[in-house]
């Protein structure tokens, strides 16, 4: 089994070969003409995996035994291996080894690599906001009296494990303050302080944006 980015092997009946790949650890035998073996794998998916599909792939790597005439079993339309690279065209559901693609490479029709999982991975994150008050040098501010000017201060931050877009904070000025100024578009942001709509932007993971809106009291 090739193991792609964002999974991540969870099945003590494989071995990971710490190369990308994982192995079955028994192997087990196919005795009767058209019979078949279902055989499970275990993944988890991992916090970070990138958005999208995740193919995972899996391939006959061997096969033992002889006929009844003590020769080594080979198969018809396949040469088992552990070589993801030798395929030609695994789209094809017959079981003749030909040329249906017309690429003149023979056709490994039995699918001994084929995509047995397709997982969609939706994009998560963990967006938090806090705000705070300061006086112009900086300072957190506990009170204030009418005419102090202050500072709102308003962080948002992505905690992952994905980036985060188009975010948008809404921070209503209170009655009782007077709007002077904010530092939105000298940080290619954008803040309307009639509506109290703060355009963050697009915030990837684990960064922080910060607003700061100077007001005074009336």
Avoid at 43 to 50: I, L, R
Avoid at 106 to 123: G, L, M, Q, W
Avoid at 187 to 215: C, F, H
Wanted: charge should be negative.
């Amino acid at each position: 089994d090739y193991i792609p980015a964002g999974l991540t092997l969870d099945d003590e009946n494989w071995t990971d070969n710490t190369d990308g790949t994982a192995t079955l650890k028994a192997p087990f035998d196919l005795a009767v003409a058209d019979g078949s073996k279902t055989v499970d794998i275990t993944f988890t998916v991992a916090a970070d995996a990138a958005p999208g599909s995740i193919i995972n792939a899996a391939e006959i790597s061997a096969v033992s035994g002889v006929d009844n005439f003590g020769n080594p079993l080979t198969d018809v339309d396949s040469t088992p291996n552990a070589n993801p690279d030798d395929e030609t065209d695994v789209e094809d559901d017959v079981t003749d080894n030909s040329d249906t693609d017309n690429d003149n490479l023979p056709d490994e029709d039995d699918h001994d690599i084929a995509s047995i999982a397709s997982v969609t991975v939706e994009a998560l994150v963990d967006v938090s906001l806090t705000k705070a008050v300061e006086d112009t040098s900086g300072s957190a501010v506990n009170s204030a009296r009418r005419g102090d000017t202050v500072v709102y201060v308003l962080t948002v931050t992505n905690d992952g494990p994905n980036d985060a877009t188009g975010v948008v904070v809404n921070d209503l000025l209170p009655d009782g303050v007077a709007y002077q100024s904010d530092d939105a578009t000298a940080n290619n942001m954008s803040y309307d302080n009639a509506s109290g709509q703060w355009d963050v932007g697009d915030l990837p993971k684990t960064e922080s944006r910060t607003l700061k809106i100077t007001v005074t009291l009336d």
